[in-house]
Structures are given as C-alpha cells and as structure tokens.
C-alpha cells in the first residue's frame, strides 16, 4: 500500500490531460447554454482535442520528477 502511495504523482503536468477534457466538457456545456457561439464551439474543442493528443504521445516518459512515469 506505502509502494502505490509513493510511485502517485501531484505535479502539475499530470494533470494536464484531466484539465483539458474538463475543458473540452465546458465549451460544449457553454455552447450548449448559448454562451459560446456554435461557430466559437467548433473551433475550440478540436484545438482542445489535439493538445491533449499531443500530451498524452509526447508527454510520457518526459516527467523529471517521478523516472518511474
């Protein structure tokens, strides 16, 4: 149970992918309320989409503190 404690994570870079799918989850919510525009809709959350793509291929194994990700 201590060795799960000590290989999690709380840095920021982590938490990247989690953040930009709330993100994602919001613009549609804003544009479902009428907030965002449909067209500021279809815009943003491709862009959204591909950074978290491009995080989640680039990203592992770049993390300097935690070797073990």
Do not use: R, Y
């Not at 870079?13 to 449909?38: Q, R």
């Amino acid at each position: 149970m201590e060795e799960e404690a000590k290989k999690s994570c709380c840095c920021f870079c982590h938490k990247v992918p989690g953040i930009l799918v709330a993100l994602i989850g919001i613009v549609f919510l804003l544009g479902a309320l009428e907030v965002l525009s449909t067209k500021t809709v279809h815009i943003t959350w491709p862009i959204l989409l591909i950074l978290l793509g491009l995080k989640c291929s680039c990203g592992k194994g770049k993390c300097k503190c935690c070797p073990d990700v």
